[in-house]
């Protein structure tokens, strides 16, 4: 059973136009979840959440967790093409050697 | 340009033959991973290693083998390849254990027929 559960599985849509990647997970004992973009080949980082409530930002990207709902979005404003990618929600566990659980990923084309 | 470097980048084997795929990384990094990603399965670890010297199992270890001889190094075998193993499999290492400082290499799409 996926602990880290991305939605939708993939979405269009045009330049310009403000997306919301969603994740859900259904562990409590974890020490961040992060969020990674990955074009061709390796995932790149964005962004790694500890807190509930507090948003993370960076340019056209921010993101937010809510560890009472069990839930992180990630919102990209103003799409361009090179947003295009498969974005990774990931989770790090509690523990010496916290590992990471990955989410199926979200692809996202951004059309022009 | 530091980093983690995989090779090969691509590889066709045939069923029953073996390989090894290195991973090297010149960051100094303690921790360092093998995952493979498959369609619409997320990445999954198979093995990864806290220091030289030590491997440990991942998520998915069967039928992969690995190695930590040398602090920069983590190769991860195959014996006897199954077109199951048929996947991109991306290396990574960080400093310490968990997410940030990540860095992955630019993967190995392997191919068994």
């Known amino acids: 059973e996926d602990k880290v559960v991305q939605s939708p599985l993939s979405l269009v849509v045009h330049e310009g136009d403000t997306v919301t990647l969603n994740c859900s997970y259904e562990?409590?004992?974890?020490?961040?979840l992060l969020w990674y973009k990955q074009e061709k080949k390796a995932p790149t980082f964005l962004f790694m959440l500890t807190s509930s409530g507090i948003e993370k930002k960076s340019g056209r990207l921010s993101s937010i967790l809510d560890k009472k709902e069990l839930f992180s979005i990630l919102n990209i404003t103003a799409t361009q093409t090179g947003d295009s990618a498969v974005y990774l929600c990931v989770l790090r566990y509690t523990g010496a050697n916290s590992k990471l659980t990955f989410g199926k990923g979200i692809t996202l084309s951004v059309r022009p | 340009n530091a980093g983690v470097t995989q090779t090969p980048k691509f590889r066709v084997l045939k069923t029953g033959q073996s390989m090894t795929l290195l991973c090297a990384q010149d960051?100094?990094?303690?921790?360092m991973y093998w995952y493979r990603q498959d369609p619409g399965m997320g990445l999954r670890l198979i093995h990864y290693s806290v220091g030289e010297g030590t491997t440990a199992k991942g998520e998915v270890p069967d039928g992969y083998n690995v190695s930590r001889l040398k602090k920069q190094n983590f190769l991860l075998g195959l014996e006897s390849a199954a077109p199951s193993q048929t996947s991109v499999y991306f290396c990574?290492?960080?400093?310490?254990?968990?997410?940030?400082?990540?860095?992955f290499g630019s993967g190995t799409r392997l191919t068994v027929v």
């Open positions: 960051m100094n990094h303690e921790y």
């Open positions: 562990v409590t004992n974890f020490r961040s």
């Open positions: 990574a290492s960080s400093y310490y254990s968990g997410g940030v400082g990540y860095t």
